[in-house]
């Protein structure tokens, strides 16, 4: 006589396995709110490092021609391509005033960081500051 046995294997029912996932999931869900912030700070070196590189050149031409330029290419910026365009820039570098005493260079994200509506925008002066006048 043939006898068929049944024996129990070990391992997880398809209830646990869907309790664990939806944890993670919420888990998730509460960590991802930080992880935004942090990575809009980490785009936003980008802005500051190519303002800061506007304000040099802007400060070499001044000393070279006794006023500040409104035109990137007159004193050396090239703006890299915008990630809009298949680069990897996520700000646009632009001059907004320029004139004998001062300048002022932006620099606008061609990207909505946080989905907001919003885009980031900071700005530098003759003096070198740079601050941030639209919060994304």
Same mark, same amino acid.
């Not at 980008?46 to 070499?60: G, P």
């Given at each position: 006589?043939?006898?068929?046995?049944?024996?129990?294997?070990? $391992?997880? !029912?398809?209830?646990?396995? +869907?309790?664990?996932?939806?944890?993670? $999931?919420?888990?998730?869900? +509460?960590?991802?709110?930080?992880?935004?912030?942090?990575?809009?700070? =980490?785009?936003?070196? @980008?802005?500051?490092?190519?303002?800061?590189?506007?304000?040099?050149?802007?400060?070499?031409?001044?000393? @070279?021609?006794?006023?500040? !330029? %409104?035109?990137? =290419?007159?004193?050396?910026?090239?703006?890299?391509?915008?990630?809009?365009?298949?680069? @990897? =820039?996520?700000?646009?570098?632009?001059?907004?005033? =320029?004139?004998? %005493?001062?300048?002022? $260079?932006?620099?606008?994200?061609?990207?909505?960081? %946080?989905?907001? $509506? !919003?885009?980031?925008?900071?700005?530098?002066?003759?003096?070198?500051?740079?601050?941030?006048?639209?919060?994304?």
């Amino acid at each position: 006589m043939n006898k068929i046995s049944f024996t129990k294997e070990d $391992g997880f !029912s398809l209830t646990e396995v +869907l309790v664990v996932i939806v944890i993670i $999931g919420i888990l998730i869900l +509460l960590a991802l709110p930080r992880f935004t912030a942090v990575i809009t700070r =980490a785009k936003t070196t @980008e802005a500051k490092t190519m303002l800061r590189h506007l304000y040099t050149l802007e400060k070499a031409f001044y000393y @070279e021609n006794d006023r500040y !330029s %409104d035109n990137l =290419a007159e004193i050396g910026f090239e703006q890299a391509p915008l990630i809009t365009e298949g680069g @990897e =820039a996520r700000y646009k570098i632009e001059i907004i005033k =320029a004139n004998i %005493d001062n300048f002022i $260079g932006r620099a606008t994200a061609v990207v909505d960081f %946080d989905k907001d $509506g !919003s885009y980031n925008v900071w700005e530098v002066d003759e003096t070198g500051k740079i601050i941030q006048t639209v919060i994304d």
